[in-house]
């Protein structure tokens, strides 16, 4: 997916405007207990980005990316020259517990 409008296959550094497709995998394991009293307890494992994919979260091309104008009064497409984002969050998990009343 181009990220700007003013990006497309004709446009020199194309590659550096784009967002490319990813897939995460996520997950969740839930113990779930009631108690004596009718309450319950959950205890869960959780993990994010299991397999520590790096990826840009948002990322944009860095450089003219819209159009000159020359002297005929026509536009042509300057070009990107870098790409300019954020890198992901990397693999994260933990543990919840939580109490319900």
């Known amino acids: 997916m ?5 990006a497309g296959p004709a446009v020199p550094g ?6 490319p497709a990813y897939g995460l995998l996520n ?3 839930t113990l779930s207990q009631e108690t004596d009293w009718a ?3 959950k205890f ?7 397999l520590n994919r790096e990826y840009y979260q948002p990322a944009i091309g860095a450089g003219a ?3 000159n104008l020359e002297t005929n ?12 984002g ?6 994260t998990y933990g543990i919840a517990i939580r109490y319900e009343y």
């Open 14 to 19: 194309n590659q550096f405007d784009t967002q």
């Open 44 to 50: 869960s494992v959780w993990g994010r980005n299991l």
């Open 65 to 67: 990316g819209v159009s």
């Open 27 to 29: 997950g969740r394991v």
């Open 2 to 6: 181009f990220a700007e409008g003013g």
């Open 86 to 91: 954020a890198w992901a969050e990397p693999r």
């Open 73 to 84: 009064s026509t536009a042509t497409p300057s070009g990107y020259v870098a790409r300019v």
């Open 39 to 41: 309450h319950r307890i």
